[in-house]
């Protein structure tokens, strides 16, 4: 998990520019060498656990703070989570992290400076 280990900025969700976060610095996920991970959603902080098993990538259930936001805000956090709490399969190439859901769906960031 190394080769994702580290800070990361969302550039794309799911085919669309990252929404803006309601807090400086953007959307954002930072991995742990131990698969530990945690950052800041349009509107919430957020954390987890992700741990590769052969193929599979299992992602725990990612908890977050509670706070209400913009509709639209709202919306593209509860898609933001729904492909963390699926995820399928991760890659780095370039600098760019890809993550991609049980669904197909995508999010792509590009590490952080």
């Known amino acids: 998990m190394s080769d994702v280990s580290g800070k990361w900025q969302l550039t794309s969700l799911h085919g669309q520019p990252a929404p803006t976060a309601m807090r400086e610095g ?17 509107v919430n902080r957020y954390f987890g656990q992700l ?9 725990a259930p990612v908890g977050s703070t509670m706070m209400a936001g913009p509709p639209e805000l709202m919306q593209a956090e509860q898609d933001f989570f729904k492909t963390l709490n699926a995820v399928k399969a991760m890659s780095v ?7 991609q859901g049980a669904d197909g769906r995508r999010l792509v960031f590009k590490r952080a400076q």
């Open 26 to 42: 953007g959307v954002t996920l930072e991995i742990q060498p131990d698969g530990k991970f945690a950052g800041q959603a349009p």
């Open 51 to 59: 741990k590769i098993e052969g193929e599979a990538i299992i992602a």
């Open 93 to 99: 190439k370039d600098g760019t992290l890809e993550i």
